[in-house]
């Protein structure tokens, strides 16, 4: 694993993290909480901030779950266009149903979910028929003309008042959604109007981690989740109304400070009272209390930056993303003083890529440099993974498995299967590995030793499959890959 001590209390942040929602459900009868970022899956903080483990948002929650109910938002939009997440390959109203289960799966109760920006669209009103055929409660809210600037219009009978009300029991309801542009923040100020009209004192605030407000603006913890939302457009500010009102440098994001002051007019006039006095005291964000490491923090931070640069060039290559993502992230790269070479695994794989004219992987495991390469039973992906299995078990370098277990394999992939690619894949490798430690004392030894390579960073010549990608993922590793496919054709999966 990555030899960087653990920057990061994780203990300590599920202890004042959930200690600070409460000091502010205190304040009203009910919270509208809107979450932003991964709940269940947060790699991004992981990899800034060393030993956050990621599903501590989530974790968060079931400390409070008593207190806790969850309502989900999606766009009426997204359903209709069948929008995709593309980190997970989920449409947007799939993903609503996998983020049910994985709530109940946390013990966490989903109490409905709300459809926004409603306007009949055909596929909105069959998601809805599925999931109320599904026993899930499921509202509506609606276009709301020239919505927020038009404050009038949006608090009345024509604009919130024409919103479903949305039945809530417990005093903390967390509004979450599959992406951006659900309507979050639309749901939580739509359910205060309708709230405060019923006598009922229910307040706003926004859990969210990045960008850490109480870091500087150019600290390389902030400026990681700058490349992260590169493609967003999201630019990490001062915020003046915190300055103003305190005397006191905050950061916050354009689209906050932005649509601030009308945000802070419509809770002004629904709960007759001015409550925050920034975008920042909107927050209850405690993560930079939880930094054991500012120098750790800052190195991951800025590897991490490195690292969505590669991600941009393939997204670029796959049409997935434009020149100006890559444009902002070498901009961010000269901030911190680090470039696409400062990436040691890149330079190694494409030495080795240069050298043997086939696809190459490198990984960084405890400081040291283990590669792999193409061969006709394996792709640089598996020649790496066995590779590095066998540094972090102690194994000698010998062959982990022969021919004779993995031949059989490649005959089943294209003879049977009728499958192109005879070499393979890193998830076949580890199938293999698994089978054969029932008579194999290195390979039960090179099994339980796999866990130690979360947090190792990889890096491809070439882009890999989607299941190289996945195996790579799911053990924790932090990979990267040069813009290139291995073949000439015109289709890549």
């Given at each position: 694993m990555a030899t960087a001590k653990n920057s990061f209390d994780n203990k300590l942040y599920l202890k004042i993290q959930g200690e600070k929602i409460l000091e502010r459900v205190s304040k009203f009868d009910k919270l509208y909480l809107e979450i932003g970022g991964k709940l269940f899956d947060d790699y991004h903080a992981s990899r800034v901030f060393k030993g956050f483990e990621i599903d501590s948002k989530i974790n968060v929650l079931y400390s409070l779950r008593s207190k806790v109910e969850i309502v989900i938002a999606i766009n009426a939009n997204d359903i209709q266009t069948s929008k995709v997440r593309s980190d997970i390959g989920l449409s947007y109203d799939n993903d609503v149903l996998y983020m049910?289960?994985?709530?109940?799966?946390?013990?966490?109760?989903?109490?409905?979910?709300?459809?926004?920006?409603?306007?009949?669209?055909?596929?909105?009103?069959?998601?809805?028929?599925?999931?109320?055929?599904?026993?899930?409660?499921?509202?509506?809210?609606?276009?709301?003309?020239?919505?927020?600037?038009?404050?009038?219009?949006?608090?009345?009978?024509?604009?919130?008042?024409?919103?479903?009300?949305?039945?809530?029991?417990?005093?903390?309801?967390?509004?979450?959604?599959?992406?951006?542009?659900?309507?979050?923040?639309?749901?939580?100020?739509?359910?205060?109007?309708n709230e405060n009209i019923r006598g009922i004192k229910a307040g706003y605030a926004k859990f969210e981690t990045f960008p850490v407000w109480n870091l500087p603006l150019k600290h390389p913890v902030n400026l990681a989740y700058e490349a992260a939302t590169a493609d967003l457009n999201d630019i990490n500010m001062i915020d003046p109304f915190h300055l103003e009102a305190y005397n006191t440098v905050a950061i916050n994001y354009n689209r906050d400070?932005?649509?601030?002051?009308?945000?802070?007019?419509?809770?002004?006039?629904?709960?007759?009272?001015?409550?925050?006095?920034?975008?920042?005291?909107?927050?209850?964000?405690?993560?930079?209390?939880?930094?054991?490491?500012?120098?750790?923090?800052?190195?991951?931070?800025?590897?991490?930056?490195?690292?969505?640069y590669y991600q941009a060039l393939v997204d670029v290559a796959k049409d997935r993303s434009s020149e100006e993502s890559l444009i902002k992230l070498e901009t961010i790269m000269k901030k911190v003083d680090v470039s696409k070479e400062s990436r040691t695994v890149a330079i190694e794989a494409r030495k080795l890529a240069d050298k043997t004219k086939q696809p190459a992987v490198a990984i960084e495991y405890n400081g040291k440099i283990i590669t792999g390469k193409t061969s006709k039973l394996m792709g640089a992906s598996s020649a790496a993974l066995l590779n590095a299995i066998k540094k972090a078990a102690g194994i000698p370098d010998i062959k982990l498995l022969?021919?004779?277990?993995?031949?059989?394999?490649?005959?089943?992939?294209?003879?049977?299967?009728?499958?192109?690619?005879?070499?393979?894949h890193t998830d076949e490798v580890l199938l293999a590995l698994a089978i054969n430690s029932r008579t194999s004392e290195y390979s039960m030894k090179a099994l339980k030793a796999i866990d130690k390579l979360k947090g190792c960073d990889v890096h491809s010549s070439v882009i890999l499959s989607d299941v190289d990608i996945n195996t790579f993922k799911k053990l924790g590793m932090h990979l990267t890959m040069d813009p290139e496919y291995h073949s000439k054709k015109l289709y890549h999966k």
């Open positions: 049910i289960d994985e709530f109940e799966n946390k013990k966490l109760t989903v109490s409905s979910v709300v459809i926004t920006q409603f306007n009949y669209q055909p596929l909105a009103v069959a998601f809805k028929e599925k999931l109320e055929n599904l026993g899930i409660k499921t509202y509506l809210h609606y276009v709301i003309e020239d919505y927020p600037r038009s404050i009038d219009k949006t608090l009345s009978d024509e604009g919130f008042g024409k919103n479903d009300y949305i039945e809530t029991k417990k005093p903390i309801i967390v509004i979450t959604a599959p992406g951006p542009g659900s309507g979050k923040m639309a749901v939580c100020l739509s359910q205060l109007y400070i932005e649509v601030f002051p009308v945000l802070n007019e419509l809770l002004k006039k629904i709960m007759g009272k001015q409550i925050y006095k920034s975008p920042t005291d909107m927050g209850v964000n405690v993560i930079a209390k939880c930094i054991k490491s500012d120098s750790v923090c800052s190195e991951a931070s800025k590897k991490e930056i490195v690292r969505r022969s021919e004779f277990i993995l031949e059989p394999i490649q005959e089943l992939k294209t003879v049977v299967l009728k499958g192109n690619n005879p070499r393979l």
